[in-house]
């Protein structure tokens, strides 16, 4: 089976800073990757699919990069809006999704 | 507009069983690709099983054996039956549409807004 790993697991960030998630593949999910928003008690939202395709009506800020084994989902200017939980997805395996951990940005 | 909404869920004891049924609405569920996620209290996702618009099913090996994904065409509603539940099995279950770009079936573009699953004695 193939895991997903996130990194790091807690990020603290103000509005308007730069933010970085990195996600790694145990093997070559070549650009097979999505990913999510959560906030608590709120379903997952899709933000970006195929690694760096970004889903209709989510903010140009958002931006998803990488191929292989290493992805990253880049936050260009944090809002007061974006304060979630993140989430990596894998869909390279036949009939099988695997989920990363989970990224939560909190308020620095 | 595309809705998934989910019922079913509750308390059971360990052992019992539980139906969980997706009724979907603003799209036909036997054309696209549907999947069960849940998520245990505190904790991350975790895919549990899909059914495909031919009719192939799949199930994570933690609920192979155990749960039964199933539709009703007549109805556009999605069910998981949950047979032999364990306490690990306590999660907020969602129904999820599985979105189909670039040819290709992947990313969960559509979401339910989930239902309790607790088994506890």
């Known amino acids: 089976d193939i895991q997903m790993t996130q990194s790091p697991s807690t990020l603290s960030a103000s509005v308007g800073d730069r933010v970085t998630i990195t996600c790694r593949a145990s093997q070559s999910i070549s650009s097979w990757l999505a990913w999510y928003q959560q906030k608590p008690g709120k379903a997952p939202k899709l933000l970006i699919y195929?690694?760096?395709s970004l889903e209709s009506g989510v903010p140009s800020r958002f931006s998803g990069s990488g191929s292989g084994t290493e992805f990253t989902l880049t936050i260009s200017s944090l809002q007061p809006d974006d304060f979630a939980t993140y989430y990596c997805q894998q869909y390279n395996s036949d009939s099988s999704w695997t989920f990363g951990q989970g990224t939560k940005v909190e308020i620095k | 507009e595309v809705q998934l909404v989910e019922s079913g869920g509750g308390l059971v004891q360990p052992g019992g069983s539980l139906r969980l049924s997706c009724a979907a609405s603003g799209f036909t569920v036997s054309s696209n690709y549907m999947s069960w996620v849940r998520q245990a209290p505190g904790k991350g996702l975790e895919w549990v099983s899909v059914?495909?618009?031919?009719?192939?099913?799949y199930y994570a090996d933690s609920v192979k054996g155990r749960f039964t994904i199933s539709r009703d065409n007549s109805k556009n509603t999605l069910y998981l039956q949950m047979n032999s539940l364990r306490a690990e099995d306590t999660a907020v279950y969602y129904c999820a549409r599985v979105g189909y770009y670039d040819y290709v079936w992947g990313s969960f573009n559509y979401w339910g807004q989930g239902t309790l699953v607790t088994v506890s004695s």
């Open positions: 195929k690694a760096s």
């Open positions: 059914f495909y618009s031919g009719g192939s099913t």
